[in-house]
């Protein structure tokens, strides 16, 4: 598990947890890169953001990963600046 992912506030509708889901996932040119697109879900209200993100990993020879692309601060930010009935 990474230390570096964004930290999610609560849904501003109704307070549930909010994560991030996977969508969908393809190779990217290669066998060695995979792409994963995602979007930030309350799991208690089902509430979504508007923007979805795209983290792209390169695997490379030696074992090593390798990040591309990766918009998850982009994608939390968004959602943390959402307000609701909560705000």
């Known amino acids: 598990m990474c ?25 990217v040119g290669s066998l060695s890169s ?15 953001n508007n923007k979805s993100g795209l983290t792209v990993f390169l695997f490379e020879q030696d074992g090593s990963v390798g990040v591309i692309q990766d918009d998850r601060w982009k994608v939390a930010n968004t959602w943390n600046k959402r307000e609701g009935k909560n705000s």
């Open 34 to 48: 995979v792409a994963y697109d995602y979007k930030i879900v309350c799991s208690k209200c089902g509430a979504t």
């Open 3 to 27: 230390d570096d992912t964004p930290r999610l506030s609560d849904c501003p509708f109704c307070g549930g947890k909010a994560r991030f889901m996977i969508t969908g996932h393809n190779d």
